[in-house]
T-cell receptor
Framework: GAGVSQTPSNKVTEKGKYVELRCDPI?????LYWYRQSLGQGPEFLIY????????DSGLPNDRFFAVRPEGSVSTLKIQRTERGDSAVYLC????????????FGPGTRLTVL | DAKTTQPTSMDCAEGRAANLPCNHS???????VYWYRQIHSQGPQYIIH???NNETNEMASLIITEDRKSSTLILPHATLRDTAVYYC????????????FGKGTKLSVIP
């Protein structure tokens, strides 16, 4: 079956602009996660959704970052007033339920802020 | 979740076993050891996890010491496609969700 997909695969934007990154999880997976990976580092947790609600957004770095999952499937990560430090690969993962041992990751969106 | 320590990099000859160590000396009784890997330009991929018994699946074996303070991931016959960054992660079992990644071990499989 289809895995986790993320669009776009690459996004280049200018400092101060608004961007949206999309994640399509595996069908039927109730848990969805966003991570951010800077060059040379491991992925860093941003936010976790169980169904439609954000159960834990403690990893979001500041209030410029926001994520939604209105129908419990597709999720969008939104970044306002982008800064050069936001440049990273944004990874989405899904799992059948909260405590599933395996998280299935998408290929990521590479965001570059000029 | 407990912190893990892994070597920065390792080499392994193609066809040989790759043994990747991980220290997790502060692991708690309800914390599991997970291994993920990340091939270049891809998202991380789950490999295996365990609590205290050794585990084996089609990808790898996980050996956890009796005191649970360290573990070793074994790829029995490494191929060039196993070249990746391998992450050892300690995660609470029931009720846990987020994964806390360190920098991992860069494994290079050499022809």
């Amino acid at each position: 079956g289809a895995g986790v997909s993320q669009t776009p695969s690459n996004k280049v934007t200018e400092k101060g602009k608004y961007v949206e990154l999309r994640c399509d999880p595996i069908s039927g997976h109730t848990a969805l996660y966003w991570y951010r990976q800077s060059l040379g580092q491991g992925p860093e947790f941003l936010i976790y959704f169980q169904g439609t609600g954000a159960a834990d957004d403690s990893g979001l770095p500041n209030d410029r970052f926001f994520a939604v999952r209105p129908e419990g499937s597709v999720s969008t990560l939104k970044i306002q007033r982008t800064e050069r430090g936001d440049s990273a690969v944004y990874l989405c993962a899904s799992s059948p339920r909260r405590d599933s041992p395996e998280q299935f990751f998408g290929p990521g969106t590479r965001l570059t802020v000029l | 979740d407990a912190k893990t320590t892994q070597p920065t990099s390792m080499d392994c000859a193609e066809g040989r076993a790759a043994n990747l160590p991980c220290n997790h000396s502060t692991i708690s009784g309800n914390e599991y050891v997970y291994w993920y890997r990340q091939i270049h330009s891809q998202g991380p991929q789950y490999i295996i996890h365990g609590l205290k018994n050794n585990e084996t699946n089609e990808m790898a074996s996980l050996i956890i010491t009796e005191d649970r303070k360290s573990s070793t991931l074994i790829l029995p016959h490494a191929t060039l496609r196993d070249t990746a960054v391998y992450y050892c992660i300690v995660r609470t079992g029931a009720g846990s969700y987020q994964l806390t990644f360190g920098k991992g071990t860069k494994l290079s499989v050499i022809p």
